[in-house]
C-alpha cells in the first residue's frame, strides 16, 4: 500500500488515545479557528512526508459534521494539503492566541 492510502493508524488504540489527549489539551479548529473541532488532522498530510502519529503533526480539527459556528467543512476544505496552503478564516478574535 501506498503512504497515502494506507491509513490503519487511524484505529489504533495509540491514534485514539493521542486522539483524546489533543483534543482536551484545546478543541480550536487549525482552519476555521472556532472551537469545538471533534477531530484531529496532520498539520503536515502524510502524503507529504508527514509523522502519522507525532504529536506536532496532528491538530485539532471540525470533522465530518463541519464547523456549527462558521458552517466550513475544515477538514474536506484542507484535504491533503499543508496547512499553509488553506485559506484560514479571518475573525474579529484571535482564536490561535490561546488562553
Same mark, same amino acid.
Given at each position: 500500500?501506498?503512504?497515502?492510502?494506507?491509513?490503519?493508524?487511524?484505529?489504533?488504540?495509540?491514534?485514539?488515545?493521542?486522539?483524546?489527549?489533543?483534543?482536551?489539551?484545546?478543541?480550536?479548529?487549525?482552519? =476555521?479557528?472556532?472551537?469545538?473541532?471533534?477531530?484531529?488532522?496532520?498539520?503536515?498530510?502524510?502524503?507529504?512526508?508527514?509523522?502519522?502519529?507525532?504529536?506536532? #503533526?496532528?491538530?485539532?480539527?471540525?470533522?465530518?459534521?463541519? =464547523?456549527?459556528? =462558521?458552517?466550513?467543512?475544515? #477538514?474536506?476544505?484542507?484535504?491533503?494539503?499543508?496547512?499553509?496552503?488553506?485559506?484560514?478564516?479571518?475573525?474579529?478574535?484571535?482564536?490561535?492566541?490561546?488562553?
Amino acid at each position: 500500500m501506498s503512504v497515502a492510502t494506507d491509513r490503519s493508524e487511524l484505529t489504533t488504540y495509540e491514534f485514539r488515545k493521542l486522539r483524546a489527549r489533543l483534543l482536551a489539551e484545546s478543541d480550536v479548529c487549525l482552519v =476555521c479557528g472556532h472551537g469545538a473541532a471533534d477531530a484531529v488532522d496532520h498539520v503536515v498530510p502524510v502524503s507529504k512526508g508527514g509523522a502519522r502519529l507525532d504529536p506536532d #503533526n496532528l491538530a485539532p480539527i471540525h470533522g465530518v459534521d463541519g =464547523c456549527p459556528v =462558521c458552517l466550513r467543512k475544515c #477538514n474536506s476544505e484542507k484535504g491533503d494539503r499543508p496547512i499553509t496552503e488553506v485559506t484560514q478564516l479571518v475573525t474579529s478574535v484571535d482564536w490561535f492566541a490561546g488562553p
